[in-house]
C-alpha cells in the first residue's frame, strides 16, 4: 500500500508526463517540429540509457583533446545534468563537437501474447 506522499509523487509525475505530450502532440498538428536543441537523441534498451547528441560549436575543432574535454566538463556538461558524458568527436559537417551524453533509464520492453 502505497502512502499519500507517494502517490502525490506518482499523480504529478504522470501530469508532467501528460503535459509534455499534450505539447508534442500539439507543435505536431500545428506543422512546428519538435522543439529540441540537440542533434539526436533515443534509447538503449540493452544499456537501460536515454542518451542525447548535442552539437557544441563554441569550441575551436583543433584544440587538443585534453583541452576539449577540459572546456566541457568546466561549462557545457554542467547544462545538460543530471545526464552524463559518453564520447565527443568533431564534425566537419556540423562545424562543432558531437557530444553523446547519457541517463541510466529503464523501461521494461516485453510484449506477452494475450
Not at 502517490?7 to 506543422?31: A, F, Q
Not at 556538461?77 to 565527443?88: A, D, G, M
Request: aromatic share 10%; proline share 4%; with cysteine.
Amino acid at each position: 500500500m502505497r502512502s499519500l506522499s507517494e502517490e502525490l509523487k506518482i499523480v504529478k509525475n504522470d501530469n508532467k508526463r501528460l503535459r509534455e505530450l499534450i505539447g508534442s502532440w500539439r507543435r505536431k498538428v500545428e506543422e512546428k517540429g519538435p522543439r529540441r536543441e540537440y542533434l539526436r537523441e533515443g534509447y538503449h534498451h540493452d544499456r537501460g540509457k536515454h542518451y542525447k547528441v548535442y552539437v557544441v560549436t563554441d569550441i575551436p575543432g583543433d584544440l587538443q583533446i585534453n583541452a576539449v574535454v577540459t572546456c566541457l566538463k568546466e561549462g557545457f556538461l554542467k547544462t545538460v545534468l543530471p545526464y552524463t558524458f559518453i564520447r565527443c568527436d568533431y564534425s566537419t559537417k556540423y562545424k562543432g563537437w558531437l557530444v553523446e551524453v547519457d541517463l541510466p533509464v529503464h523501461f521494461d520492453m516485453t510484449v506477452s501474447e494475450t
